[in-house]
């Protein structure tokens, strides 16, 4: 049955006006749905929680999945993309004035983003694996203490009273145009370049592979998105401070690339979605009203029992899931494999059959 | 004396106190790491659980100093043992990426069941009763000096069983090479199991040792100290015993020295930056060995 479903999925998949006419109605749609209310304002925000979760999947598998080295720094990424933008928002060229230039300004917060990613990319030359991740977690961690330590940003109390210009259409536009971004990297002459040093970084040097510009490419555009991501999410909970871009925020991007799958782009979409809705459902309020259609003799003991304290513990409900996946799963869902509609015609192929296991972080025989 | 030179010594005993503390939590991380060549992310977690038990056992059973220590120390090293039987060994042959976010999942898991638990931060009652020694203007406080002498007293033991005992020839021998180790007759599981329960002991300790000294706990508090204490250990050069606790001393002195010269904001920033130039000149630690990569 499944199977039968895949084929005519797979099939579905192949037809070249597909992504055309999906993407230009999901523009439309994406520009109806505030104006005529279709969905609730919660709803909507779910949606564009999704849509910066699965730019910030998407970019962190670049350097962890399809790269192979294993980065913390995203959620600094992030935080200097939406503080850029905020203050160019707020206090350069004030939004209030002109509304127009907020795209703009989150270009200008994923440039800063990207500049900052040569800081990681450069060390990455000479260091590995679980070094090159200190590295990283030591660039989140200086990020975070840097921005505590200006005052013209607020410091530790963060920085409020940002306006709200992050809309459904916007988040649209970015997460289609640099998930397209990065699905072209990875098939490009780069992308082989960035699969080469994840198998195996010094044969690749050997086999001319220009390792040094390949890991700048990564990491920039890696951080760029973050960077964008950064800003939208900025524009949109309209309130950021150092504690918001924390190792947590970090850790909950990882958890979305190895929920989903490393190297696949598909996966992080996947495990993006499933991460941010999971989290909203088990709240309280969003489960109750969910489960309201129950006959109340059902209803108000699961509510009283169970659904009330959900707050607390759909923090601890999480993780345990997490673990679950990986025990049974530790590909992740989607692991190494990828939706065959974003796979290139030239490349199919090579997809039909299985990858071999990739060589992450494989420990160097000691002898 | 020289005031100079009492303020530099006090300074010193304080990066000594700090640097214990993070020395035991980068035993732990070492250890395992040394072993299964696994970042056990849950660590620090492991730390923040030894200051709870530490609470309960002194609130609830109201235990003096040395017993609380003890079921602390008994406590976490079960609690280490199950998370690897339960979380790490089934993931033994799996990608060593998937160990890794289910032990940052572990970690989660212990925060958030914390929290929900517990959540309010809560004041360790006084377990030691805190006497002030004065000497030539030096002030040293019984809680410095029983935080200072077990951590080295610990250490001191930790490196003798790893360097003298059986136990620690196993262990030797696993982290030299996994693949011939078992065909010796030596029971991997078993000695990871006992690394384990090692490592997590000695967090726990760490736990009761800061407790005793910054009275106030919450569930959050292992994030940041365990990842110093990772640094401690990738500072020293990780898998290296010896290099966990020079890397602790180091960090402890480094954190001790900025709260004395700049804004105690400072101290995290100036921290990590030294941990990023120090990896860029010597990737290896500073008693690591190069590892010679074949292709």
């Known amino acids: 049955m499944i199977a039968k479903v895949s084929v005519y999925w797979n099939r579905l998949l192949e037809r070249r006006w597909l992504v055309p006419v999906l993407l230009a109605s999901g523009l439309v749609l994406a520009f109806l749905v505030p104006e005529y209310h279709l969905l609730s304002v919660y709803a909507q925000l779910i949606l564009m929680y999704v849509g910066i979760n699965i730019i910030l999947a998407v970019s962190l598998n670049l350097v962890n999945g399809y790269m192979g080295e294993f980065s913390l720094a995203h959620a600094g990424f992030m935080a200097i993309g939406a503080y850029t933008s905020a203050v160019l928002t707020m206090k350069?060229?004030?939004?209030?004035?002109?509304?127009?230039l907020f795209p703009l300004a989150v270009l200008a917060g994923g440039a800063a983003a990207a500049v900052f990613g040569l800081i990681v990319a450069v060390p990455s030359f000479k260091v590995r694996g679980d070094y090159l991740a200190i590295i990283t977690l030591a660039f989140l961690m200086i990020v975070k203490s840097g921005i505590e330590n200006i005052d013209f940003v607020g410091g530790p109390r963060g920085l409020s009273g940002i306006l709200r210009l992050t809309t459904l259409p916007w988040?649209?536009?970015w997460t289609v145009a640099l998930v397209w971004l990065i699905r072209n990297f990875v098939y490009s002459n780069y992308g082989r370049g960035v699969l080469s040093i994840r198998e195996d970084e010094i044969a690749s040097d050997l086999m001319s592979v220009n390792t040094r510009q390949v890991k700048f490419f990564a990491f920039m555009l890696s951080s760029f998105c973050a960077g964008i991501a950064g800003a939208l999410f900025a524009h949109l909970l309209q309130f950021i401070s150092p504690r918001v871009f924390d190792i947590a925020k970090s850790t909950e991007i990882l958890i979305m690339v190895y929920l989903g799958g490393i190297a696949s782009i598909g996966g992080s979409i996947l495990g993006a979605t499933l991460f941010t809705v999971l989290l909203e459902l088990l709240r309280p309020s969003t489960m109750a009203s969910l489960l309201s259609w129950l006959p109340a003799a059902v209803f108000n003991p699961l509510n009283e029992h169970f659904i009330s304290h959900l707050g607390v513990w759909r923090m601890v409900i999480m993780p345990l899931a997490l673990i679950l996946v990986m025990l049974y799963w530790p590909r992740g869902m989607m692991g190494l494999r990828e939706y065959r509609g974003f796979v290139p015609e030239r490349d199919k192929d090579a997809h039909r059959h299985t990858l071999p296991e990739a060589g992450l972080h494989e420990h160097p025989e000691s002898d | 004396m020289n005031e100079a030179l009492i303020y530099w010594l006090q300074q010193g005993l304080n990066a000594l106190q700090l640097g214990g503390i993070y020395a035991l939590i980068a035993l732990g991380y070492t250890m395992v790491y040394g072993i299964l060549a696994m970042i056990n992310f849950a660590h620090g977690d492991v730390f923040m659980i030894g200051a709870f038990f530490c609470f309960l056992l002194s609130t609830q059973l109201g235990l003096s100093f040395v017993p609380t220590l003890l079921l602390t120390m008994l406590g976490t090293g079960l609690l280490g043992v199950v998370i690897e039987r339960l979380a790490y060994k089934p993931l033994r042959q799996a990608p060593r990426v998937s160990a890794i976010i289910t032990a940052l999942g572990v970690g989660l898991f212990l925060e958030n069941f914390t929290l929900a638990l517990s959540p309010y931060p809560k004041?360790?009652?006084?377990?030691l009763g805190n006497v002030t020694?004065?000497?030539y203007g030096?002030?040293?406080?019984?809680i410095q000096l029983v935080i200072i002498s077990l951590s080295l007293v610990l250490i001191g033991l930790l490196d003798t069983i790893v360097h003298r005992t059986r136990i620690g020839m196993a262990m030797r021998a696993i982290s030299w090479d996994k693949t011939y180790v078992p065909l010796m007759g030596i029971p991997v599981d078993r000695v990871?199991?006992?690394?384990?329960a090692i490592?997590?002991?000695?967090?726990?300790?760490?736990?009761?040792?800061y407790a005793l000294a910054y009275p106030v706990i919450d569930p959050y508090m292992g994030i940041l100290v365990g990842w110093k204490a990772f640094i401690c250990a990738v500072v020293g050069g990780i898998g290296n015993i010896r290099g966990a606790m020079v890397g602790a001393f180091i960090l402890g002195s480094v954190e001790i020295m900025v709260v004395a010269f700049l804004p105690s904001t400072f101290r995290d920033f100036v921290a990590f930056t030294l941990l990023m130039l120090l990896i860029i000149v010597r990737p290896y630690g500073i008693l690591g060995k190069p590892r010679v990569q074949k292709v």
Do not use: Q
């Not at chain 1, 350069?92 to 127009?100: E, I, K, M, S, T």
């Not at chain 2, 004041?123 to 377990?127: F, G, Q, V």
């Open chain 2, 192 to 196: 990871i199991s006992i690394t384990f």
């Open chain 2, 123 to 127: 004041h360790i009652p006084t377990l």
């Open chain 1, 171 to 173: 988040v649209f536009f």
């Open chain 2, 133 to 135: 020694w004065n000497l």
């Open chain 2, 138 to 142: 030096l002030s040293l406080s019984s």
């Open chain 1, 92 to 100: 350069v060229l004030p939004a209030a004035d002109f509304p127009l």
């Open chain 2, 199 to 209: 490592g997590a002991g000695l967090a726990g300790a760490a736990g009761s040792m």
